[in-house]
């Protein structure tokens, strides 16, 4: 059996098996990668506060999020074409994810469609939506969800254009893909993805297939879908969403603290921070640069705060609760795991991700995840009351 010891270990293994054209795909960020790197750099820099002394025998990670009950406080992101780190990919997430005890999200550019997902996994699952020029796909899109169940819709804001991403270029993984020699090498080469594949239920944009004419002609659908993303749309957008979704709402894609007032007086449920994972805007601040001022300034709101955009550890989501967030998403940490080793990997990140928030926890004295004070790390403004006794009896010293 292989030795997964941190996501890490997954993305050498999905690096192995996977094609290079789709495994960059998913390791890409756009243009010069300055976003991409400045996620993690500044995730890295951020440093705990080791607390000792205190009692951390009971740890509580789960918690909820937007009402429904997690295990811990992440959700799997939506990502397009999910699908091609392994066949199947967007089911084997979802049900991962329901076993495990977090939500999936299945993107509008997933493989796998809603009414496929739905088929094939007990509990409801949330879906994404990219807005399209033509409002009846929209519309459409919203009416499957709502048929499938789909217990939340998340409207991503910030793909209204198309960041280039160098390496898909250069790999021929534009739209359409191209067969060239090195690419059909590529697959060749890894037969342990390539003949499952043969036998994938789906292998186009299965949500989009019977919303578009020539749909069979991949060139001819990817074209289309790439002329649909609609630049046009501002915050009153959200509004028409809301009216025509009528559930629970998290818009995504916020970096700026005036964006997310604005979307919490159109209604979001949830804001999530967010650059795309580095793969939309370069030059973009990191998600955790931003956080603290925009949980400032709609701290409080009856929305729910979340981030993502760089999470490879449990460490990380910490990192993030204490920045202000009250729950994450991870995207490529899992498409990783999918990649690597299918369902059980994605299992095998997540348990991952919870084995190293349950000691990060222990040694930061904390015993809840749901309750994370922001002096959990250094720099923090204020002291923490982690735990009465022990804030009083260092009241009583200083005194
Ligand atoms: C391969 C890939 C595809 C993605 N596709 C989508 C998408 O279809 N819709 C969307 O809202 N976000 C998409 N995202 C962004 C993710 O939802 C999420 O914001 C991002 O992955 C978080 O950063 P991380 O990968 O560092 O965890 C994608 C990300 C990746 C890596």
């Not at 990670?61 to 992440?74: A, F, R, S």
């Not at 499957?144 to 991403?165: F, I, N, P, Y």
């Not at 009216?243 to 998290?250: A, D, M, S, T, V």
């Amino acid at each position: 059996m292989t030795i997964y010891t941190n996501i890490e270990d997954l993305r050498l293994a999905a690096a192995r098996k996977v094609p290079k054209p789709f495994f960059e795909y998913v390791e890409n960020g756009s243009y010069d990668e300055l976003t991409l790197r400045a996620n993690r750099r500044d995730l890295d820099a951020i440093r705990f506060r080791q607390r000792v002394m205190l009692n951390v025998s009971e740890r509580r990670h789960g918690g909820t999020m937007l009402g429904e009950p997690v295990t811990i406080p992440l959700a799997l992101a939506p990502t397009g074409l999910c699908g091609s780190m392994c066949a199947d990919g967007e089911i084997k997430a979802a049900r991962a994810a329901q076993r495990f005890g977090v939500p999936f999200c299945l993107s509008t550019m997933s493989v796998a469609s809603i009414e496929d997902v739905a088929a094939k996994v007990e509990r409801p699952f949330w879906f994404q939506l990219y807005l399209m020029k033509d409002r009846s796909i929209s519309e459409s899109l919203i009416d499957r969800a709502k048929a499938a169940r789909c217990s939340a819709l998340v409207l991503t804001m910030d793909l209204h254009v198309e960041g280039q991403r160098n390496r898909d270029v250069k790999n021929g993984l534009g739209i359409p893909p191209k067969l060239t020699p090195a690419n059909i090498w590529s697959i060749v080469s890894h037969p342990g993805w390539a003949l499952p594949m043969l036998r994938a239920s789906e292998w186009t944009f299965g949500n989009l297939k019977s919303e578009v004419k020539n749909a069979g002609d991949l060139g001819e659908l990817a074209q289309w879908v790439k002329s649909q993303f609609d630049p046009s749309f501002d915050w009153r957008t959200i509004d028409w969403v809301r009216e025509r979704w009528g559930g629970k709402l998290i818009v995504k894609g916020i970096l700026d603290a005036d964006d997310a007032k604005l979307a919490v007086k159109a209604g979001a449920d949830a804001v999530l921070v967010s650059n795309h994972g580095g793969r939309q805007l370069d030059g973009a601040a990191s998600t955790a640069s931003q956080l603290p001022a925009i949980r400032d300034a709609i701290g409080g709101a009856a929305a729910e705060l979340w981030a993502d955009s760089g999470i490879r550890s449990g460490q990380d989501v910490l990192k993030f609760l204490a920045l202000g967030a009250s729950a994450c998403m991870i995207g490529r940490a899992y498409l990783y795991g999918l990649g690597a080793a299918g369902e059980d990997g994605v299992t095998r990140a997540l348990e991952l991700i919870r084995d190293e928030m349950d000691v990060a926890m222990a040694l930061t004295g904390l015993t809840d995840a749901a309750k994370v004070p922001p002096d959990l790390i250094l720099g923090a403004p204020s002291r923490s009351a982690q735990e009465p006794a022990a804030e009083a009896y260092i009241t009583h010293l200083d005194g």
